[in-house]
């Protein structure tokens, strides 16, 4: 998880945004900011908070006139007040967010903010999605000092580790504990979303009831798979050559109703094709395996012919190395003819998938026996 | 009262009656217990297994007197009007019906009113996910924050049409499916309590029918029980729902296994007789297929849906092939599944499959001979291993066409399509591989006869000879000996080299044990022990060598096989092309076998 970000805005203004796509964090981040800039003993009589959910234009429309007058009205007792603009739904880029109504709206609340609300009245917003292409934007970012709480990147390397580290803190304010690998798994299976999280963790320790030790098994029996989750844990069957797991988890995500060419496409192509990359790139050449760095440099180094089939990144400046190297011991349980021969029976697989009418289950049990069970098995 | 199926009048009334979803029952429990209640719930499952029985319970136990309590009375008022849903309180909505987002407002109004008679206003929506996008918002806010006397409940069958800011509101379980077992016990209690006598396989018959749904089993057996009356047998079963027997499906299964081909026909014929549906009889065939192949990977997980006769009976055939003999016969049930579909005679097709299945088994792979070949070589070349095992040669001949139901008395097993089998070791003799020693003054399979004469080989000829000795004791590894040059010899090394496009070959022979036995044959050769030292030299030029693996570079143009080295003395060097009929080497059969077994021609030879 991202520490948040905050604008050079000044600290002391009395506008504070609270952005970004991670909502429980938000929302946390929102309520601890309104708790402290709430005067002592003023009660709810110094908080004016104005739900920011609108279903139409209209209501967006409405909602920024609630803010201005609020913002417009003396604290009740010649106090402070806070007037907060919770969850605000109309500021992205959405039908209603576009809307005529919504956008004059906002623009007017930005022209009272911009004409000075006093020292006395502090403006809080928070919101998970807000167009930044807009000049509204722009104009916030001189008014407030903007703090955003994005989810983590998935798709770059590391970003388990900062949601681990939340999920170890707070299974820690439960008084949980986690067997080796149970917490990865567990962070793995929720993905990036911190209410689910949360939620997993809930789970886990009611399930567990006066047992305060979760193990690899718990968290795989309770926990719901998050799409991410789903292809992670076939793609690390396979890696580790874990037939069982790779056949368990199919059983459930097919009965789930889950696509299985979807699966074949999403889940078991990428890593194979992975496995096949760089299990060939290791044959033919000397590749630092130590760390990420260390093989993405050699990567690098390798002649351009070599690596012309190895996949880039979507921007074109380098390759898409990760995926790679996280292949880079899996490989090992597998001979370049094996991957070969995985790879096109992944082909043959999607082949049957999509032309015969053969059970989708079957054909992708079938893939993963192949490809996973030891080459020379012989149980007579 | 009127009559109530199965289905209704045994749906569980308390925590303690929900089945094969231990996860999602314990869980429940304890929150009850611990007072630690979500606002909202999200079951997600397939049919019959329990999602609507779990939320009725659950709202049970929030709302019953005195509760919330795990130990509710399911007679208690309260849990009588839930349970019939006629409870003022626990309002169940179809959400298929009521998805737009008008709807959702008017629940969204009435939400803030405080219970009539219960602890908890509880919306139990089934089928969610029929919900549009806006109502889902609509609902978003509410369910954020929803007032402290509200709990929401969703069921849905398709959690992946929820939108995510839903999803993460809720507390998720996911629930199961029921295992066979389970089931098949529960049928058992039901038609005990209903003075039916079920038979055990006819229970396990209508739990793998049932597919994991309770409540399709339910129904399932109501139906039988309307058909049969009071005696259920596993016969019955298989006649109504037109499933094949597990039993005739192993024995089928057994028959293909033991390559009896006879009897597999037969059992087909007994089954097509029976008026089976032969296409749901392969689909079962395969599917055993799989099981086994399950079982060789995981027994726990094969095991589970089976009932313990046919489990033994898995467990027994699972032993009788390897996994890829298994896949084999997948793959030709699979492709006959694919024809029987558009068939108008789907027995032939039928038959000729299982006849197909019968051979597979009997063949035995390349991989099993160049592993057989590589043992018995490097073993002192007795062969010993492909002996032991049988090698089957299928028939060459197609395998007689049954017109009518086989009988023991028609085609006895020993002349129907058994495959022809040969007691000998397999024919892929070293002849194609190491006859090219002319000079070889004996050979022997025992490595120390085979090199008695210690010194009698030239020092700049001690690799050349290695080579011939490699040839015959692991021709497998002749291909890779084939590229090195011998660039120095030194009393106790020998210095040897290989071009830089084979320095494969040179890493494959650093191998720990392949160097040892490089060494040891160098060691007698030479008459001392010598140490081999292989290097990659890129001065070399390797001959060319056809290129069986799939290639990211583009092919290069094809080198001279002229080492530049000043004593080129290795098989780098010679010539490889033997002579002889062109032809025969543009044989496309040869042009395989020689890419397959890496192999290089060396003679022709007419066959005997």
Known sequence: ?380 | MSYQVFARKYRPQTFADVLGQDHVVRTLRNAIAQNRLAHAYLFVGPRGTGKTSTARIFAKALCCKEGPSVDFDPNDELCQEIAEGRSLDVLEIDGASNNGVEQVRDLREKAIYAPARCRFKIYYIDEVHMLSAAAFNALLKTLEEPPPHVKFIFATTEANKILPTIISRCQRFDLRRIPNTIIAKHLLHIAALEKVNLDEKAAYAIAKGADGGMRDAQSMLDQLVAFCGGEIHEENVLEIFGFTAAEAVAALAQCILSQDTVGALRAVHDQNEAGKDLARYLADLIQHFRTLLVQQADPEAAAEDLSPEVAQQVVAQARMATTEQLLRVVDGLGEVDARMRWAGNKRLHFELGVIQAVQSMGEVSLSDVIEALDRGSSSGGAGTPVAAKRTVVPMQQPAPVVRTAPSAQQAPAAQVARPVVKEEPPAVSREMVSSKVPDHPEKSDEPGQSVAAPQSVESSALWSALTHEVEAKRPLLAHWVHMGAQMEHKPGLLRVGFPKSEAHACESLKREDTRKFLEGLLGIIAGAPTRLELVVDSSLVAPPQPEPMLSFEPPAAAPKPAAKTPEPTAAATVATEPSGDPDFYNDPLIKATIEAFKARPISAKPSA
């Open chain 1, 1 to 380: 998880m991202p520490p948040p970000r905050k604008s050079a805005a000044t600290a002391a203004s009395n506008v504070h945004v609270i952005l970004g796509t991670d909502e429980a964090r938000v929302k946390e981040a929102a309520l601890k900011l309104v708790q402290r800039l709430t005067p002592p003993d003023a009660g709810d009589f110094a908080n004016d908070v104005i739900d920011g959910t609108a279903d139409n234009a209209e209501m967006a429309g409405q909602i920024c006139n609630n803010v201005i007058q609020a913002l417009q009205t003396l604290p009740f007792f010649g106090g402070a007040k806070v007037v907060w603009l919770k969850n605000a739904n109309f500021l992205g880029d959405s039908v209603t967010g576009r809307a005529q109504a919504a956008v004059t709206g906002f623009e007017n609340v930005l022209d009272v903010l911009e004409g000075g609300i006093g020292s006395d009245v502090k403006f809080v917003l928070s919101a998970t999605s807000i167009d930044k292409r807009r000049s509204a934007y722009k104009r916030l970012g001189k008014l407030a000092a903007i703090e955003v709480h994005d989810k983590p990147d998935t798709s770059k390397a590391g970003w388990e580790e900062a949601v681990m580290m939340q999920a170890s803190k707070w299974a820690r304010e439960r008084g949980l504990t986690f067997e080796t690998g149970a917490l990865e798994l567990l962070v793995q299976m929720a993905g990036d979303d911190t209410r689910q999280l949360e939620s997993e963790l809930e789970k886990i320790d009611l399930y567990l009831g006066e047992r305060r030790r979760a193990g690899v098994a718990t968290v795989r029996g309770l926990v719901s798979m998050s799409r991410a989750g789903v292809i992670w844990e076939i793609g690390n069957a396979i890696g580790a050559r874990d037939l069982k797991r790779a056949l368990e988890l199919l059983g459930i995500l097919v009965y789930q109703g889950q696509n299985p060419v979807g699966l074949l496409l999403a889940a078991i192509v990428p890593k194979v094709r992975s496995l096949l990359l760089v299990k060939d790139l290791l044959t033919r050449h000397k590749l630092g395996t130590g760390s990420y760095n260390a093989f993405n440099i050699s990567l690098e180094a390798l002649p351009a012919a070599a690596t012309a089939h190895v996949p880039r990144k979507k921007d074109g400046t380098g390759f898409n190395a990760y995926p790679l190297f996280l292949a880079v011991h899996d490989s090992t349980r597998f001979t370049l003819d094996e991957l070969h021969a995985a790879f096109r029976a992944c082909l043959d697989a999607n082949a049957k998938l999509v032309t015969t009418q053969l059970d989708p289950k079957l054909v992708i049990e079938r893939l993963l026996v192949g490809l996973l069970a030891p080459a020379k098995k012989r149980v007579a």
